[in-house]
């Protein structure tokens, strides 16, 4: 007997819980052979709004552990500073704690960092997402002076670090906290060029998303884009399988699942292009590349009801109307019918062809 694929309703908002249950009974009873995908297509969306972004300012020199688009999951590694050397022999004559932070300008393009000692004592507030003025004073004895309209985007626990050079000039560190070599910064310690004076500093996410990595003249900024993840048909699961009155009793009765989407009383398989779209949603099947060709300009030749054939892409072969025309990006949204309802998929003009 041919298998074939069946629509599951499940309980709303367990369908990941179904899935497990239904995959767990089939090992348990070496039905694999009889009931062998059970699938709940879903797709990952970016959650772009400013306060759902992380992000982390390095310098030109770090070691990137990430790529743009890259996904990565809470506490992973994203870059690494190189280790703080010293550039020239000298005597460190100060050692003070510090804060760091980094201002940008309300369109983006400029950044602008202080190092605050501590005895100047930082007011209050200074934390990410505060906002400050040109003038401004940053500290409570008004020595350090704002520059800059913008947002704080990054502090830092920091030690500064001041030494004294054989030419009698004042070299100036600012070390991550964090990272500092303590056997070797003690005020009135000699230090030769090229001690470490903080060990590499490895840049650490906070949460899990997608990265985006942005350069500028002076610096990179690595973004991590939270994500979450959607299911495309919610209440629903795909299974394949040998389909019998002892398999359709055997997966009806796994908790979390109601029932098949049936008529009659029987349930009903999935037709051959449905299937392929499942399997393309879930990464099983590949979508069929079409080969790119030389960017033109498009005369868009769409209406609002035509109805169009999509020849390629994950809905290949389905007929639908067009519901909204977006001439910017030569996409149309058009609503097809999958499992017996109309579902919208947005897709490029070459992906599609006009039925008269």
């Given at each position: ?8 309703q499940?309980?709303?908002?367990y ?5 497990e249950?239904?995959?767990a009974k089939v090992k ?15 797709e ?6 400013a ?34 050397r ?7 004559i100060d050692?003070r704690?510090?804060k ?19 005895k100047?004592?930082?007011i ?8 400050v ?8 004895d ?20 001041v ?9 100036i ?17 000699n230090?030769?060029a ?6 590499p ?14 350069d500028?003249?002076?610096?990179k ?7 979450r ?12 399988m040998i ?12 908790p ?27 990464g ?12 033109v300009?498009?005369?868009f030749?769409?209406e ?15 007929v639908?109307?067009?519901?909204e ?32």
């Amino acid at each position: 007997m041919k298998k074939r694929w069946y629509i599951l309703q499940t309980l709303a908002g367990y369908e990941a819980a179904a899935k497990e249950n239904l995959e767990a009974k089939v090992k348990a009873q070496g039905y694999e052979h009889l009931i062998s995908k059970v699938l709940l297509p879903e797709e990952v969306v970016i959650d772009a709004s400013a306060k759902s972004v992380e992000r982390h300012i390095v310098s030109l020199n770090a070691k990137l552990f990430v790529s743009n688009g890259t996904n990565v999951k809470k506490g992973d590694v994203l870059a690494e500073e190189p280790a703080i050397r010293v550039r020239k022999d000298g005597k460190i004559i100060d050692v003070r704690n510090a804060k760091k932070i980094v201002i940008e300008t309300a369109d983006k393009k400029f950044t602008k960092t202080y190092v605050i000692p501590q005895k100047n004592k930082p007011i209050t507030g200074l934390k990410v997402g505060g906002y400050v003025k040109q003038g401004m004073p940053l500290t409570e004895d008004g020595e350090i002076i704002c520059e800059i309209d913008g947002k704080i985007i990054q502090t830092e626990r920091m030690k500064r670090i001041v030494i004294l050079n054989a030419s009698n000039e004042k070299d100036i560190y600012a070390v991550p906290y964090e990272t500092i070599n303590t056997s070797l910064v003690k005020k009135g310690d000699n230090v030769k060029a090229g001690q470490i004076l903080a060990e590499p500093k490895k840049i650490v996410t906070k949460s899990s998303g997608r990265v985006e990595i942005i350069d500028f003249p002076t610096k990179k900024e690595i973004r991590v884009q939270k994500v979450r993840i959607r299911k495309l048909f919610p209440g629903y699961l795909f299974v394949e399988m040998i389909m019998n009155d002892e398999f359709w009793h055997f997966v009806r009765t796994v908790p979390g699942i109601i029932d098949f989407v049936s008529s009659g009383g029987r349930p009903i398989p999935i037709k051959d292009n449905e299937v392929k779209v499942i399997l393309r949603l879930s990464g099983i099947e590949e979508t069929p590349k079409v080969e790119k060709v030389q960017q033109v300009k498009i005369e868009f030749d769409y209406e609002v009801g035509d109805v169009v054939k999509i020849i390629s892409g994950p809905f290949e072969g389905f007929v639908g109307h067009v519901k909204e025309i977006n001439p910017e990006h030569n996409e149309l949204k058009v609503t097809v019918t999958i499992f017996g309802r109309e579902t919208p998929v947005t897709v490029h003009t070459t992906e599609v062809e006009k039925i008269d």
